[in-house]
């Protein structure tokens, strides 16, 4: 009997020791989840920035062809 409580016991600590480093490993998993979201959000705000600058400086140039042409049409 006491051989088998010796063995309960073995096995409830390497339990608890896969337990904890379960733990660990999913708050590692989750800080890398949390840097990684923030990355691709900042990343996605500079790239909506690139393509705004990249649409105004487009409509601005379109507005001066179309401006040259109606003078040079009147």
Request: aromatic residues 2%; without cysteine.
């Amino acid at each position: 009997m006491q051989q088998l409580s010796s063995k309960i016991q073995a096995i409830l600590a390497e339990l608890n020791k896969l337990k904890k480093t379960q733990e660990e490993t999913i708050l590692s998993v989750e800080g890398s989840y949390s840097q990684r979201l923030k990355e691709i959000t900042e990343m996605s705000k500079k790239l909506n920035a690139a393509l705004d600058r990249l649409e105004n400086a487009t409509l601005k140039e379109l507005q001066e062809i179309r401006t040259k042409l109606q003078i040079s049409l009147k």
